[in-house]
């Protein structure tokens, strides 16, 4: 006898999709301000340089590619598109500022360490495997099409 899946609850249903939404606008607005950081205030020849100080690889391209990656991608999160992909690229941001910078600095975020990078990439990591749940632009957008899967 084949086995159905029992359905979901509606409650269980609704409170997942007001938790990866609040995860979603929080997680957002954080990458969206250190990309505008990085844009408007440090601007991106002094991130470039920030960049160079800290031993980043090809610091004219990488500097300006994660600040952009990190003030759209945020943004992108806040409502909810192509939120997959956009979460797949903040968590790659977040593991290489660990490794490169902060992992030699121990934990402690006071200290220069990973405990921030560390959070924000596994919060994008769980995004990237969720997906933006139902309270987002990502559902009406793409549901029932080819590219579903970005939601």
Not at 25 to 32: K, R, T
Not at 49 to 70: D, Q, R, Y
Not at 131 to 139: E, I, K, T
Request: glycine share 12%; hydrophobic share 55%.
């Amino acid at each position: 006898m084949p086995r159905t899946p029992a359905p979901r609850s509606t409650a269980s249903s609704a409170s997942t999709s007001w938790g990866l939404l609040v995860v979603r606008v929080v997680l957002g607005a954080v990458f969206a301000m250190h990309g505008a950081q990085k844009l408007f205030e440090y601007t991106i020849a002094g991130t470039v340089e920030s960049f160079s100080s800290m031993g980043a690889p090809l610091p004219e391209i990488t500097a300006p590619l994660v600040a952009v990656i990190e003030f759209a991608g945020g943004l992108l999160l806040i409502l909810g598109l192509f939120t997959r992909p956009v979460a797949i690229l903040l968590a790659i941001d977040m593991i290489v500022a660990l490794f490169l910078v902060h992992v030699s600095a121990g934990f402690w975020v006071g200290e220069g360490g990973y405990e921030f990078v560390a959070l924000l990439g596994a919060a994008a990591l769980g995004l990237a495997l969720t997906g933006a749940g139902s309270l987002s632009l990502d559902r009406p957008l793409l549901r029932g099409r080819a590219l579903a899967w970005l939601a």
